[in-house]
């Protein structure tokens, strides 16, 4: 289960006492991730590969439980039901690749199969969907260009929140064990890079890789569960392999771990190509972090004015911004204050009241 998903379902369940919830899972993969409550159940549905369980299992469960709505909540959906539908429609980025660029592409298989398959059902879906929630208004018009929508009631932005505990950590004691747990370095830039194309790997350490060169610093990067082989592979394609020994990867970081690493870095790194809204910015920003972020996409719409906005596809300037923030403190300062600020805008209880909203006005039959 996805954090959007799990968060909108746990507000749900606290603003939410009158209607009747069924939550459709897969068995073993979300088990324990949500309790049931007086109005919310869980039903664990065999299925096979999840392409069967989305569009068999789930719409026939649907159907038989005599739900009113069906909220999807990860980009697709089963395209046979006549249930009222709602789709949470994160981005559509596959969209606008061929599918010989989708399979040829970098990314793992898993990815590449997902994007294959959205790519097959999400127009079906976008059409026969009651309400389509999407996360950013950048993202919503977007979709709406995309697909012809530009007059469409059924397309609404829902901005994603942040979690009550990314804030920052003042136990010392908590520091030193997330520290010690994770062999954190005594400064260091943070960046959560992985293998999807989007988010800039290869560029943010080019410029991490300059950065070094031209201050001569002692600062490290640390890296969340990043695999080895795959870094080798960029620091080689970036002609600095000895970079190695600046990179500090930690493997699996547990999510209640995660305050105490932003808290402890000198900036968050988030320089990605596209993201439809961006939340590790903002989990970092709620914990005093400073934060690089890119001009492209949802990031300027979500990060405001508290974050230092370059052109991801200029390493350079990610560079530039890793040395203005570093050498000056009044600008760090400014920073990490519009940050809490910024972050504090965003939380996961009001999407949960806009994404009731939307039930009940399907419920009442406006739409």
Same mark, same amino acid.
């Given at each position: 289960? *996805?954090?959007?998903?799990?968060?909108?379902?746990?507000?749900?369940?606290?603003?939410?006492?009158?209607?009747?919830?069924?939550?459709?899972?897969?068995?073993?993969?979300?088990?324990?991730? %949500?309790?049931?409550?007086?109005?919310?159940? #869980?039903?664990?549905?065999?299925?096979?590969?999840?392409?069967?369980?989305?569009?068999?299992?789930?719409?026939?469960?649907?159907?038989?439980?005599?739900?009113?709505?069906?909220?999807? $909540?990860?980009? +697709?959906?089963?395209?046979?039901?006549?249930?009222?539908?709602?789709?949470?429609?994160?981005?559509?980025?596959?969209?606008? &690749?061929?599918?010989?660029?989708?399979?040829?592409?970098?990314?793992?298989?898993?990815?590449?199969?997902?994007?294959?398959?959205?790519?097959?059902?999400?127009?079906?879906?976008?059409?026969?969907?009651?309400? #389509?929630? !999407?996360? &950013?208004?950048?993202?919503?018009?977007?979709?709406?260009? =995309?697909? @012809?929508?530009? *007059? &469409? +009631?059924?397309?609404?932005?829902?901005?994603?929140?942040?979690?009550?505990?990314?804030?920052?950590? !003042? *136990?010392?004691?908590?520091?030193?064990?997330?520290?010690?747990?994770?062999?954190?370095?005594?400064?260091?830039? =943070?960046?959560? @890079?992985?293998? *999807?194309?989007?988010?800039?790997?290869?560029? !943010?350490?080019?410029?991490?890789?300059?950065?070094?060169?031209?201050?001569?610093?002692?600062?490290?990067?640390?890296?969340?569960?990043?695999?080895?082989?795959?870094?080798?592979?960029?620091?080689?394609? /970036?002609?600095?392999?000895?970079?190695?020994?600046k990179i500090v990867l930690t493997g699996y970081v547990v999510n209640i771990d995660l305050p105490a690493i932003y808290c402890q870095c000198e900036l968050f790194l988030y320089p990605s190509l596209r993201e439809s809204f961006g939340i590790p910015m903002l989990e970092a920003m709620a914990c005093g972090a400073p934060v690089i972020t890119s001009n492209t996409s949802s990031m300027p719409e979500v990060a405001g004015d508290?974050?230092?906005?370059?052109?991801?596809?200029?390493?350079?300037?990610?560079?530039?911004?890793? /040395?203005?923030?570093? $050498?000056?403190?009044?600008?760090?300062?400014?920073?990490? !204050?519009?940050?809490?600020?910024?972050?504090?805008?965003?939380?996961?209880?009001?999407?949960?009241?806009?994404?009731?909203? %939307?039930?009940?006005?399907?419920?009442?039959?406006?739409?």
């Amino acid at each position: 289960m *996805d954090m959007v998903a799990m968060e909108l379902i746990r507000n749900l369940q606290t603003i939410d006492t009158q209607n009747e919830y069924i939550l459709f899972i897969k068995p073993d993969e979300d088990d324990g991730v %949500i309790q049931e409550s007086c109005n919310f159940k #869980i039903v664990r549905l065999a299925g096979g590969l999840y392409p069967f369980w989305e569009q068999i299992a789930l719409p026939n469960a649907a159907k038989a439980a005599g739900c009113q709505i069906l909220h999807c $909540t990860s980009n +697709t959906a089963p395209i046979f039901t006549s249930i009222p539908l709602v789709v949470t429609l994160h981005d559509i980025i596959y969209m606008e &690749s061929s599918y010989f660029k989708i399979l040829s592409g970098t990314g793992s298989w898993y990815q590449k199969f997902g994007n294959v398959y959205r790519k097959m059902f999400v127009p079906k879906i976008v059409k026969m969907s009651r309400k #389509i929630i !999407t996360v &950013s208004h950048f993202e919503k018009n977007r979709i709406a260009q =995309f697909f @012809g929508m530009a *007059d &469409s +009631t059924k397309l609404v932005a829902v901005y994603n929140g942040v979690s009550e505990y990314f804030k920052r950590v !003042t *136990d010392q004691d908590e520091l030193k064990r997330v520290k010690e747990r994770y062999h954190l370095p005594d400064r260091y830039f =943070f960046f959560l @890079g992985n293998t *999807d194309p989007k988010k800039n790997t290869k560029g !943010t350490l080019k410029a991490f890789s300059d950065f070094l060169k031209q201050t001569g610093s002692d600062l490290k990067m640390v890296m969340l569960d990043y695999d080895l082989q795959e870094l080798e592979k960029l620091l080689d394609e /970036i002609g600095d392999k000895g970079l190695i020994d600046k990179i500090v990867l930690t493997g699996y970081v547990v999510n209640i771990d995660l305050p105490a690493i932003y808290c402890q870095c000198e900036l968050f790194l988030y320089p990605s190509l596209r993201e439809s809204f961006g939340i590790p910015m903002l989990e970092a920003m709620a914990c005093g972090a400073p934060v690089i972020t890119s001009n492209t996409s949802s990031m300027p719409e979500v990060a405001g004015d508290a974050a230092a906005i370059i052109d991801p596809f200029k390493p350079e300037e990610i560079t530039a911004a890793m /040395i203005r923030i570093l $050498t000056d403190q009044e600008l760090r300062d400014t920073m990490i !204050t519009k940050g809490l600020i910024q972050a504090a805008k965003f939380s996961w209880k009001a999407m949960a009241e806009n994404v009731l909203a %939307i039930y009940r006005e399907i419920e009442a039959g406006k739409n």
